[in-house]
């Protein structure tokens, strides 16, 4: 083969425009077309053979594998269940070092002598009120009694 | 399961789209039919066992390059087999089983309807000519024309370099054309 042939095969897709190539390639598809029904017929039987492998293949693959994952889910659904975690834990669960620091903060707010609502929104006027009333309301018994005594 | 079902029918419209010219190629490869399709099934068994899990797309280089190992399979032990029987002297050559003569092992490529009748004699010389080819050449010429794979595919099956693919195939173009002209009838 000369160079120049060498490098017009290297360069592109070498299209089939050749006539050897166009007839060559009607021959073998008209060949392979009208094989025998004898050869067609194994040829049948082969794929099937070759598709009913892969089906037991994968049904090979799911019987091994399926007890596999069911242990595995089983085992997960377990931990699940009975493995206690996030903020439903038991107090024996929780970190020793933290339960003690919030021992300490109770008992010197205990030891304050501040009251234990101290932290909390109070209604100054309402208490007001209502020691006011309970005065003014004890004045008027008061007085009504007395005038019913005399 | 459903992908299973899906998988098991594109597998098998791939494998009926590509089993008629597989057999051709592994017949013209052996010149013999029950080699050839043994061959086939032994190709199809093997894509759809390995790699059936594997893209579609990849399917048709991965088939053709089992195809060519069982061929290149059945030629050495044909080869060994026949080193064997030329030692044996009260056998050599009376009733080899490999066929002596292509042109008898021809495909027999059925009841031949008129036109067919023309062109049998032009297809025995096509595949007499391109049995006489080497392998790799005879490959990247079957693949490319005949199968349709591009250079690429082509590459992979064979398991060469693009590079390679069309030097074989621009190589058996030419001893094709030496042998035979144009092919015209």
């Not at chain 1, 021959?27 to 004898?38: I, K, T, V």
């Not at chain 2, 043994?38 to 390995?50: E, F, H, I, P, T």
Request: charged share 25%; with cysteine; proline share 4%.
């Amino acid at each position: 083969m000369s160079a120049g042939m060498e490098e017009q095969a290297m360069t592109g897709e070498h299209a089939m425009d050749g006539d050897l190539e166009q007839r060559a390639r009607a021959l073998l598809l008209g060949s392979a077309e009208n094989l025998p029904g004898a050869v067609r017929s194994r040829l049948t039987q082969a794929r099937h053979a070759a598709l009913a492998a892969r089906h037991a293949r994968v049904r090979y693959r799911l019987q091994r594998w399926l007890p596999a994952g069911a242990v595995a889910a089983a085992a997960l659904a377990l931990v699940v269940v009975f493995v206690p975690h996030g903020r439903h834990a038991p107090a024996s669960v929780v970190n020793p070092l933290i339960s003690n620091v919030a021992g300490v903060d109770e008992i010197e707010l205990l030891s304050s002598g501040m009251p234990l609502n101290a932290d909390q929104d109070v209604d100054d006027d309402f208490y007001e009120w209502a020691v006011a009333a309970a005065n003014g309301a004890g004045a008027v018994h008061t007085t009504a009694t007395n005038a019913s005594g005399t | 399961m459903r992908d299973t079902e899906d998988g098991a029918h594109a597998l098998e419209v791939f494998l009926a789209s590509v089993e008629r010219k597989a057999f051709r190629i592994a017949q013209i490869a052996l010149r013999h039919e029950a080699d050839a399709l043994d061959v086939v099934q032994d190709a199809m068994l093997q894509l759809s066992a390995r790699y059936s899990s594997r893209p579609a797309p990849e399917w048709k280089p991965l088939f053709y390059r089992i195809l060519e190992n069982r061929i290149r399979d059945v030629q050495r032990r044909r080869s060994v087999r026949n080193r064997v029987m030329a030692m044996v002297p009260w056998r050599s050559g009376e009733d080899d089983d490999t066929p002596a003569d292509p042109i008898a092992e021809a495909a027999d490529s059925g009841p031949s309807p008129g036109r067919q009748l023309e062109s049998d004699e032009i297809l025995r010389a096509l595949e007499q000519a391109l049995a006489a080819l080497p392998n790799r050449q005879r490959q990247a010429f079957l693949l490319r024309n005949f199968e349709g794979l591009d250079v690429a595919q082509t590459a992979q099956a064979m398991k060469c370099s693009e590079g390679s693919v069309k030097t074989h195939y621009f190589r058996a173009v030419q001893a094709l054309r030496i042998k035979l002209g144009d092919l015209r009838a």
